[in-house]
Nanobody, 126 residues
């Protein structure tokens, strides 16, 4: 059974930082893309960061590029998302996921994933 369990969400002031973690199990971690999505109230879910399984490269949506950093530990089957310079518009439920692809087209990433975590709430106050 595939499991993706996020932790680290919470409330932070604008300009602050937060680190999310995700523990993965039930699949071959280093043979899959791994990354993060988010869904803000009233908006579609969007992929924001991804690590490609074939070369380990990281990819970001324009909305977070330069502020967020995704990293993975293949020995521990974990993926993290370091979020800096947070803005109120970053408020969303954040999901760890196994994306179908890491491509960035026009600053936007694909929306599909094979597996999803349960999500963790991040709230950025102004």
């Amino acid at each position: 059974e595939v499991q993706l369990v996020e932790s680290g969400g919470g409330l932070v002031q604008a300009g602050g930082s937060l680190r999310l973690s995700c523990a993965a199990s039930g699949f071959t971690f280093d043979a899959e893309n791994i990354g993060w999505f988010r869904q803000a109230p009233g908006k579609e879910r969007e992929q924001i960061a991804c690590i490609s399984y074939d070369d380990g490269s990281a990819h970001y949506a324009d909305s977070v590029k330069g502020r967020f950093t995704v990293s993975s530990d293949n020995a521990k089957n974990t993926v993290a998302l370091q979020m800096n310079s947070l803005k109120p518009e970053d408020t969303a439920v954040y999901y760890c996921a196994v994306p179908l692809g890491c491509a960035v087209i026009g600053g936007v990433m694909g929306k599909a994933a094979d597996y999803w975590g349960q999500g963790t709430q991040v709230t950025v106050s102004s």
